[in-house]
């Protein structure tokens, strides 16, 4: 694991973005620290928590949507990018803040490094979530999300934003820490009916291909950004003694022109080869952008 820290972990203002393309292309994941503004996700994360515990209270009283209950409560999850009305104090959309703290800053020339100009935000799977060392729903075992997302072929790179300190007394995520080029056996049959039973690679597969003991989990903190690319193994990280709870979220892009036609078109899409704009012509908007799609 310390090996994997020095080699994976960068600051931002400190590395180049082609170092950290370089070290996804070959590793699957790093790490950015002080890359995302450490009061705006204090004042995200303390919005999430209401909006949390009012899914929570509704889920307890009964008056939680099925839609919202089966897609988002027992994920941990909430859909910013489908809610114009989630807004910071100030009145900024939290879907807003998620985008801009990629594509304001830069960030995005790691997109544009590893993906190319003409880039698509991934609705489905860009969300929010809460993972409690305590929660009745087990964590998210050993997956690839290019299997999740049914994108084998894709390479979509995910930036993941701790909202709270995680790692030590609260989840935070596990890798095996290799960019791989295929999707390894999945869906184990002893987990179909539990909850992510259908992604999952089991643990005794991951441990016939890996050695386990190398597994690279770093401590995280606000202002933190975690970056992994779609066949990159891994699940959320836990350990018996944390008590602690973790919120994120997480945002995801593929390029466009590899998108097939249904995800294409249920996404966003941008030209980032100079500043970033949004192409109208493309994908749904606001909290039109609803979808049925798997969740995860
Ligand atoms: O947040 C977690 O605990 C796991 C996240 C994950 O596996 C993913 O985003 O693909």
Redesign the pocket.
Known sequence: MVKFDTKLTFSAGQSSPGEVVATLRTHGCCLIRGAHDRSRATLFRDRLAELYAEMDRRAAEGTLSEDDLKRCHRYGILRPLEHDEYTLADGTRLADHMIDAVLRTPLVDVVRGLLGPRVSLLLPTTHT?R?QATQSER??PF?Q?SA?MRLHDVTVL?F?FPLDPCGRDA???EFVPWSLTGILPHGDPSTQGKLYGNLEISEEMARAVFNLENTWHPELDLGDVLL?TSRVV????TRPGMRGQRR?F?IRFAPTADLPREQRDSAIAYDIAGAPTRIQESGPSGVAARHATAS?
């Open positions: 979530r993972q964590p998210v997956h999300d999740v995910n993941w989840p935070s995520v992994l891994h699940r959320t990280y994120n997480e995860y």
